[in-house]
């Protein structure tokens, strides 16, 4: 289902007011509701033959970033979500390790120091996550501990109020100091699909990330009951091929929450590879926020190799 940015505009005008920035993001073409959910489905029929199934499990496990954003974290389990995330199956050195570990700000130092030495990025959520509700100050500050303990990329959350209340320059400038504060550290800017209500926002929502300079695009927090579906995945990845196709610059799609199968991850991956195409297939431009599925990616990995399941105890429960 091909969409096309309005071309009327050139996007370095586009934010140059409120309601420039308003006029361009509710010109963009309506979402067919219907066709988008049919296309999704459509793709996710596709059938995968053995020896691209075991390519694609390797990708989603590589593409894994393995997260704990609870109020009962600990150094110790911080530490263990490292090393799983360096070797997912110590009994298997040619298991890829995942793309990143996630943790909340105090916990960078302690998941920095468990990754050393590995291709393992350290991310960080930030900006008074989950909520986002909190003073624009603070949010800076949350981000610039974050990066000052060694975070190689910061997760941010929107101000779900304001963009729903149509104010998006407050949202695109919020993003644009938050970016500043992150200094070389990628972005992922999370819009909390569930709170948006509607395609047409996700949408909006979308553009207006990435017209302030996100790295990275994300659904959700992971704490809401509706989170990353394969049509708001396929709407945020056709909005990113369409900011390409007319600025160049690629950006990065991260779907999070209730990805919880290998099934479901060959899913996207198939969604992935028809809508951004064969270069979208890499852990710098597609990330899953979904730490439930590396165990079901390593019980599939081992059954392809052996012909058979292992027992409960082959992977830890984090």
């Not at 096309?4 to 067919?32: I, K, M």
């Not at 053995?50 to 109020?71: F, N, P, R, W």
């Not at 919020?174 to 509607?198: D, H, M, P, Y």
């Amino acid at each position: 289902m091909p969409t096309t940015a309005p071309p009327a505009h050139a996007l370095g005008e586009v934010t140059a007011s409120d309601s420039t920035l308003r006029r361009f993001l509710h010109g963009l073409p309506g979402v067919d509701a219907v066709g988008l959910e049919a296309r999704a489905a459509s793709l996710g029929t596709r059938s995968i033959k053995t020896t691209a199934k075991a390519y694609a499990i390797d990708l989603a496990i590589s593409m894994v970033d393995l997260t704990t954003l609870e109020g009962a974290d600990t150094p110790g389990k911080v530490r263990a979500l490292g090393a799983k995330a360096v070797r997912p199956d110590p009994t298997d050195r040619t298991s890829p390790s995942t793309a990143a570990v996630c943790v909340y700000p105090d916990m960078v130092a302690t998941a920095k120091e468990a990754v050393a030495g590995s291709s393992v990025k350290v991310a960080s959520v930030a900006t008074a996550f989950p909520a986002g509700r909190a003073a624009l100050d603070v949010k800076l500050a949350d981000v610039r501990d974050a990066v000052a303990a060694g975070a190689d990329e910061i997760d941010m959350v929107i101000d779900r109020g304001a963009f729903l209340s149509g104010h998006y320059m407050k949202v695109h400038d919020e993003i644009v100091a938050v970016k500043e504060a992150s200094g070389a550290a990628r972005l992922k800017v999370i819009f909390e699909t569930g709170e948006l209500s509607t395609y047409d926002n996700i949408r909006r929502a979308s553009w207006l990330g990435m017209l302030a300079g996100a790295d990275f695009i994300k659904t959700s927090t992971g704490k809401v009951a509706v989170n990353a579906t394969p049509a708001n995945t396929l709407l945020m990845l056709e909005a990113v091929r369409d900011f390409r196709a007319q600025t160049g610059v690629q950006v990065g799609v991260k779907p999070a929450g209730g990805i919880r199968t290998s099934k479901d991850a060959v899913k996207f991956l198939v969604i992935v590879n028809e809508t951004a195409g064969e270069d979208g297939l890499d852990n710098h431009w597609f990330r899953f926020g979904a730490s439930s599925l590396l165990n079901d990616l390593l019980m599939q990995r081992q059954k392809l190799a052996t012909g058979r399941y292992s027992g409960p105890d082959y992977v830890t429960v984090d």
